[in-house]
């Protein structure tokens, strides 16, 4: 099987070549990524804790699910395709907010993306894959914004970010 290729953009979002997802973070370079917020009439936000096995960010908790699009893909159609991959079923998905962010890890790999943040609502329990996620749960926006204030080392680099600058996004 192939390994699975990013889309290179520039800073205006525009695409500029593909490479393999570990070269493109290994070398820090600016791809094309997005980030699915789901929530239900609650104005409960769904978390997933990523499987512990994955080569960055195991462990930790984060939005409903992110990844990659893949080349010639919207956003929408990679926020639907992946949703249901990690989590097991799909919602209608609209565009947000999108922001350019870097973070490097422990493991000497660095997320550099231009993400574009979905949202989404949903009133049922995911059908987690547990080749992708540990766990999930639903959380207070409120609840969400303060545990990471209070316990950062538990959530993924992206989501503290969109948390921080974007917080007021996240509704619908």
């Given at each position: 099987m192939e390994e699975e290729k990013v889309v290179l953009v520039n800073e205006n979002d525009e695409q500029i070549g593909l490479m393999p997802k570990l070269e493109a973070h290994q070398k820090a370079v600016l791809h094309r990524a997005?980030?699915?917020?789901?929530?239900?009439?609650?104005?409960?936000?769904?978390?997933?804790?990523?499987?512990?096995h994955k080569y960055h960010s195991p462990g930790l908790w984060t939005n409903t699910c992110c990844s990659h699009q893949r080349d010639g893909e919207s956003n929408i159609q990679a926020g639907t395709r992946r949703l249901q991959e990690e989590m097991g079923f799909t919602t209608s998905l609209k565009n947000s907010v999108s922001?350019?962010?870097?973070?490097?890890?422990d493991n000497g790999l660095t997320e550099h993306e231009y993400d574009h943040v979905l949202i989404g609502t949903y009133e049922k329990d995911p059908v987690i894959n547990p080749d992708e996620v540990a766990d999930w749960k639903w959380m207070a926006?409120?609840?969400?914004?303060?545990d990471i204030s209070t316990f950062p080392q538990h959530y993924t680099a992206w989501f503290k970010i969109?948390?921080?600058k974007f917080y007021s996004h996240i509704t619908l």
């Open positions: 997005f980030s699915v917020f789901v929530l239900n009439n609650k104005n409960e936000l769904m978390l997933q804790q990523r499987a512990h922001f350019i962010y870097k973070a490097p890890f926006i409120e609840d969400v914004k303060n969109i948390f921080e």
